[in-house]
């Protein structure tokens, strides 16, 4: 296992520092260019990162504090590269609001303030060893966020933010007295303080710790990060904060941070897998995906509020990949992993266009936006293409992961070496009627979500515009986000870059280790 400590100290460091120089600065531009350079600095060093987690394997660092595998370093590559769009989207957004007066100098400082600090904490997480520093990284989101969801000052924002502040921080709760009781277990086990909560020995001795303390503590672990993923029951904080905050904050909620929480969860059930029960936590996983999918599409069929309709569209595609990863194997989990990479593109890309319509329109009433294609082209084809990614249309990428998802569902099997052939034939029957049964349930609501979606959307990139909207869209460089995602959820569905492939290959290594 080697280090490296440069790229890790830079991505560690650097977010901090750009928290406390946006507090200092007054200058836009220079407030812009702090954030894109603290942004390019964040993805080279991530691409470092890659590169010896490709070349020599995982690594700890900082005196074990820090440990990076394939799959943290996949998470890593998603909050980098997302983050860095963002940025990009952020200047032309955050000006506009300035130039008409919406918000002041100092608010935009704030908000690279708090911005930094957001991505410092989910970078956090995603490379603590230790599961306590993992958790309160977790913590850390929540507090940078609520403010930001809140950024615009309006009594709705406010009920938001407060909103989301009361329940992730009820959910991040219940996920510490899972973290208490693994730690429980683990010490019993080690008689370490120091390293029971460390990913590194807890993967070594997780087959040693005591089953029935490990299955109550993944389920509080589930619940708790699973507020965080916005998985149904625990979701109702999630359509109204990303009906509020600002555009590239939703993007960064619902691309990054979704895919962060997931990445907390994995973790938990990579350990919990070595002392339970084959499927039992890949079973919890499956049902608390499918519920989440199941509602999500049926709440989309009603929404009459474009952002509340991405926000729903986060809840459904959070629930394939939870179905993926319950399912295992390479197919599901392979599955899973490409459908977050997916997610993040096709939600970051929907939430920009939302954003360029929001500033546009004035509202969020779907059916007082008409006539997009005429008065803003390249924000309708951005609505259009991120409209069919999320719908699992071909050729975008996310049609492939929903396949690969899909099929690990409708061939998942079952242990069945101490079952006598008249019971292994019972189960092999009951497998092909539940496999079928669910696999048509969710091709059942996929048309009907499919119907919905699409029949939203065309009602805004259609008819004529309202009087008094002005047509016409101007090139800038919050336009190069739109163009980059909408490029990659084409071209991922065509070919995966080899690095990228070689990556998540790697990480699914990661996650089936027994």
């Keep these: 296992m080697g280090t490296i400590v440069a790229p890790v100290a830079i991505i560690l460091g650097t977010p901090l520092m750009g928290a406390v120089l946006s507090l200092t600065t007054r200058q836009t531009h220079v407030l812009h260019g702090l954030n894109l350079a603290t942004m390019a600095a964040l993805l080279i060093s991530e691409l470092a990162i890659v590169q010896q987690v490709l070349t020599q394997g995982s690594f700890t660092s900082l005196w074990g504090f820090v440990y990076l595998d394939a799959l943290s370093a996949f998470i890593l590559l998603i909050i980098t590269a997302i983050g860095f769009l963002c940025s990009l989207y952020t200047w032309t957004y955050l000006d506009d609001y300035l130039n008409r007066g919406t918000i002041t100098l100092r608010r935009v400082s704030q908000f690279f303030f708090l911005f930094h600090l957001f991505l410092f904490a989910m970078i956090a997480a995603t490379m603590a060893n230790n599961l306590g520093i993992l958790w309160a990284a977790m913590e850390g989101t929540t507090l940078a966020t609520a403010f930001l969801i809140s950024f615009f000052r309006k009594r ?68 708790g990060y699973g507020t965080k993923v916005g998985l149904v029951p625990m979701h109702s904080w999630l359509p109204d904060a990303y009906s509020e905050a600002p555009a590239p904050v939703v993007a960064m909620l619902a691309g990054v941070l979704e895919t962060v929480a997931v990445y907390a ?24 995906g499918l519920l989440s999918f199941v509602v999500a599409a049926l709440f989309i069929l009603i929404q009459r509020d474009y952002k509340r309709l991405f926000a729903y569209s986060s809840i459904e595609h959070m629930g394939i990949a939870m179905a993926g990863f319950g399912v295992g194997g390479v197919a599901g989990t392979f599955g899973g992993l490409f459908h977050l990479l997916n997610h993040a593109l096709a939600k970051s890309l929907a939430f920009f266009s939302a954003g360029n319509v929001h500033r546009r329109f004035g509202t969020r009433e779907i059916m007082e936006v008409r006539g997009l294609a005429k008065v803003q082209p390249v924000t309708a084809i951005a609505i259009v293409v991120a409209g069919l990614a999320l719908v699992g249309m071909p050729p975008f990428s996310m049609f492939l992961s929903e396949v690969m998802i899909v099929s690990a569902l409708a061939t998942q099997s079952f242990s069945s070496d101490t079952l006598h052939l008249g019971r292994f034939l019972t189960i092999i029957v009951a497998h092909d009627v539940r496999s079928l049964a669910i696999v048509t349930l969710f091709l059942l609501f996929a048309v009907a979500l499919f119907g919905g979606f699409t029949y939203r959307l065309a009602s805004m990139v259609w008819r004529n515009p309202p009087d008094g909207v002005q047509s016409g869209e101007r090139w800038d460089v919050g336009h190069v986000p739109l163009i980059v995602t909408g490029a990659a959820l084409v071209g991922f569905g065509l070919a995966l870059p080899e690095p990228v492939r070689g990556l998540m290959d790697r990480a699914v290594n990661v996650l089936l280790a027994r």
């Excluded at 329940?167 to 899972?178: E, P, Q, T, Y």
């Excluded at 969860?265 to 608390?288: C, M, Q, V, W």
């Design 265 to 288: 969860l994995l973790r938990s059930k990579a350990i919990a897998d070595h002392a339970l029960p084959e499927h039992y936590t890949g079973n919890l996983l499956i049902f608390l």
């Design 156 to 223: 709705e924002g406010f009920e938001a933010g407060w909103k989301y502040l009361i329940l992730c921080s009820v959910g991040i709760a219940l996920a510490l007295f899972g973290t208490v009781l693994t730690y429980y277990s683990s010490v019993r086990v080690l008689g370490d303080v120091s390293a029971a909560l460390n990913v590194t020995t807890l993967l070594e001795v997780a087959h040693q710790l005591d089953p029935h303390v490990l299955k109550l503590a993944f389920i509080f672990m589930l619940v």
